[in-house]
């Protein structure tokens, strides 16, 4: 390890820029490096998904990952301890990935995200499990070389039917990445079902949204549940109708399910179908900001809401926005609200942090005249593990907001 170490290409950062990556955080941004300083004062242009050593202004090491220049995040860091990363660092990883997924299993629900990236160490590497299928996406070229290391261990220890690689996201694109989608092992299947708190649910693994279904909202699928037995309930931004399904499933009166695209709405519908719910549901393609102004004009009321939109603040500077998007959409749903009326209202944008998002909501309540009580705050679910020294995993909100007058 040690003669290993020696050949990693040195980065040093500029003075006082050490901080975030000596308390845990995995990336070194372009900024922090000091291009007159370590091994590329002598080497400019090291070749893109080399490993490479980080260490302070004044040389002393703080870990190791791989390196990307055409990347504003130039380096992602494997480790923060003294060791060179390498494929069983790699399969250890990916061993303690799912041993706390398995520790964590649900008896009703079969799909969970099993690698969350730099959430678990293993920078740019998403796997989903849907059912018994496996599907892999790298997002940084550092991690591809590792591809295979990791899919050949996913299939060891799972045995899938199938492990498909799902290198289509465009982000790939700026890492300097090709786009492409093909089956490791098995078939390219394009469509499964999967099982979420006993429903059946169609994912879509090639043109759906993320890898093809929210994993990370299946908790707080279920937590709708309790709020929703006799009561007319309103799912907007619903995709393919996680929230909806559980609310008929656990006796809504009725549901509106809303979202803008019109494959996502055909999906929610099939969904609803396979469940025998479809009766109860009724699907409507629309801007959801659209939808609920004009619910209000209509003076529609709703017992139950979910708001739960995609992130509208992709960045700090988009974060004004963004607050504006969240007030709206929150205020029409608090004035289709009335007393004993529930709100669980969403916010994925890593740029909104927690407290802001409370804030803008308990600012929309009040513009609607509403008093309000928030019973609870829960985020992604547990798959989606939230790392410390790294606050971007913790990016989902979920507000439970009653109505009391
Ligand atoms: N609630 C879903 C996930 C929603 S993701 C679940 O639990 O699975 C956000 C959704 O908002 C996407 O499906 C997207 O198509 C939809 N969307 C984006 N902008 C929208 C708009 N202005 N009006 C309605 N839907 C929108």
């Known amino acids: 390890a040690a003669r290993a170490h020696r050949i990693m290409i040195q980065v040093w950062l500029r003075p006082g820029t050490q901080k975030a990556v000596a308390s845990g955080h995995p990336w070194v941004y372009r900024n922090q490096i000091d291009p007159a300083a370590g091994d590329l004062a002598s080497m400019p242009s090291a070749e893109p998904g080399s490993l490479v050593t980080v260490h302070d202004s004044r040389g002393r090491y703080l870990g190791s990952g791989f390196y990307n220049p055409r990347s504003m995040i ?86 899938p039917a199938r492990l498909i690689l799902k290198n289509d996201d465009p982000i790939r694109l700026k890492e300097g990445l090709e786009l492409y989608q093909r089956a490791y092992y098995g078939d390219l299947a394009r469509q499964v079902t999967i099982r979420e708190n006993g429903l059946l649910m169609k994912a879509d693994l090639d043109q759906g949204q993320k890898t093809g279904y929210f994993l990370d909202q299946k908790a707080n699928h279920a937590r709708l549940r309790r709020f929703c037995a006799g009561r007319r309930v309103l799912d907007a931004f619903c995709y393919s109708g996680g929230f909806a399904l559980n609310a008929a499933a656990a006796g809504a009166a009725a549901v509106t399910a809303v979202d803008i695209s019109p494959e996502a709405v055909t999906l929610a519908l099939v969904n609803a179908e396979l469940n025998g719910l479809s009766e109860k549901i009724t699907f409507a393609s629309a801007n959801a900001f659209d939808f609920l102004r004009e619910a209000v004009a209509k003076r529609q009321s709703f017992d139950t809401i979910v708001l739960d939109p995609p992130a509208f603040a992709k960045s700090h500077g988009a974060r004004d926005g963004a607050r504006r998007g969240y007030k709206e959409i929150n205020l029409s749903a608090f004035r289709l609200l009335g007393p004993g009326g529930i709100l669980a209202t969403h916010s994925c944008s890593y740029h909104m942090p927690e407290p802001m998002f409370i804030e803008t909501v308990m600012e929309a309540a009040w513009d609607a005249r509403r008093t309000v009580r928030l019973l609870a705050v829960h985020r992604q679910d547990f798959d989606h593990p939230v790392l410390g020294g790294y606050p971007e995993s913790h990016y989902l909100k979920s507000l439970w907001v009653e109505v009391i007058a």
């Open 74 to 159: 130039t380096v992602r860091l494997l480790t923060h301890r003294l060791e060179t990363p390498d494929d069983s660092l790699i399969v250890r990883r990916i061993e303690e990935a799912l041993a706390f997924r398995e520790a964590n299993r649900r008896p009703d629900t079969d799909s969970y995200r099993l690698v969350f990236a730099e959430a678990d160490r293993l920078p740019g590497l998403i796997v989903d499990q849907y059912g018994d299928t496996v599907v892999l996406q790298v997002l940084a070229l550092g991690m591809e070389r590792w591809q295979e290391t990791a899919a050949a261990c996913l299939v060891e220890k799972l045995r």
